[in-house]
C-alpha cells in the first residue's frame, strides 16, 4: 500500500524544503515518491480563493469564521482528490506539504473550548467522510516558534498567491502562537503524529540536514 506522509507546521517551519528532502532521499534509496504541495493555490478554483481569503480579500483575520474558511482548503484537497489518488496508484510513498492538519491547527487556533471541539471534529467529517480523502499514515510536525516564524518568513521570495511580505496569517504573531499551540496539541493526543524540533535547546535553529535526517528516520520506520 501507498504510504502517506504530511509534513505540518506554522509559516516558515520549512515544511516545503523538507517535503523535497524527503521525496528525494526517499527516491534515492529505491523509493518510488513524490511531493504534493497544499495549497494548491495556481491549479485549483479554490486554491485561487484561499489566495484572496489570505490577502484580505475576505476581511481581516477575525472576520472569516473559521468554518468557512476552513472549505476553502478542504475544498483544494477535493478538487485535487484525482491528483492524490493518481500519485498513490504509482508510488510507493506520496509526502504531502500540508494536508488536514493545516486545516485543524489554523482553523481551530480562533476558537475555544467546546467550539473549538467541535469545529475539530466537523473539519475532519468534511475532509475524511464527505471528500473521503485518505488519512496519511504519519503526520510529521516541524516545530518552530512564532518569533522564528516571522523572521524565516521574512527571508521568503516572492509566493504566487501573494505581493506582500506577509499574509494575513503570516503577519499575526499571536495568531501564529496560537495555531503553534493547536498543533502540538494535536500531536499529543494522537498516535500518527509525531515532532521534530526545528530549535536546539539553546533556541537556535538547527541545521537543514539534521532536521531532514531525523524526519527520514521517522518516515523510514514506516517503510
Not at 518552530?144 to 524565516?152: E, F, N, V
Not at 499574509?167 to 493547536?182: A, F, G, K, P
Not at 540536514?209 to 523510514?220: L, M, P, S, Y
Request: net charge negative; with cysteine.
Amino acid at each position: 500500500m501507498t504510504l502517506l506522509i504530511a509534513i505540518e507546521g506554522i509559516d516558515g517551519a520549512g515544511k516545503g524544503t523538507q517535503s523535497r528532502r524527503l521525496t528525494e532521499r526517499l527516491y534515492a534509496v529505491g523509493r518510488s515518491a513524490t511531493c504534493i504541495q497544499f495549497p494548491r493555490y495556481t491549479d485549483t478554483h479554490f486554491g485561487a480563493a484561499i489566495g484572496d481569503y489570505l490577502n484580505g480579500r475576505f476581511g481581516l483575520l477575525n472576520e472569516v469564521h473559521p468554518q468557512l474558511a476552513a472549505v476553502l482548503y478542504a475544498g483544494d484537497r477535493y478538487e485535487s482528490k484525482n491528483l492524490l489518488l493518481e500519485s498513490m496508484a504509482s508510488h510507493d510513498v506520496v509526502v504531502l506539504d500540508r494536508f488536514v492538519g493545516s486545516n485543524l491547527a489554523h482553523q481551530a487556533a480562533k476558537l475555544q473550548g467546546e467550539d473549538r471541539t467541535r469545529l475539530l471534529a466537523w473539519i475532519e467529517t468534511i475532509e475524511h467522510d464527505v471528500f473521503q480523502l485518505p488519512r496519511p499514515a504519519l503526520n510529521i510536525l516541524i516545530d518552530i516558534s512564532a518569533g522564528w516564524s516571522r523572521t524565516l518568513v521574512g527571508r521568503k521570495g516572492q509566493r504566487d498567491y501573494t505581493d506582500a511580505q506577509a499574509d494575513i496569517h503570516e503577519s499575526d504573531l499571536t495568531y501564529l502562537e496560537d495555531v503553534r499551540q493547536c498543533y502540538v496539541s494535536l500531536a499529543a493526543s494522537r498516535d500518527d503524529w509525531c515532532v521534530v524540533n526545528s530549535l536546539s535547546d539553546d533556541g537556535q535553529l538547527r541545521g537543514v540536514d539534521e532536521i531532514a535526517d531525523e524526519i527520514f528516520g521517522k518516515a523510514a520506520a514506516l517503510l
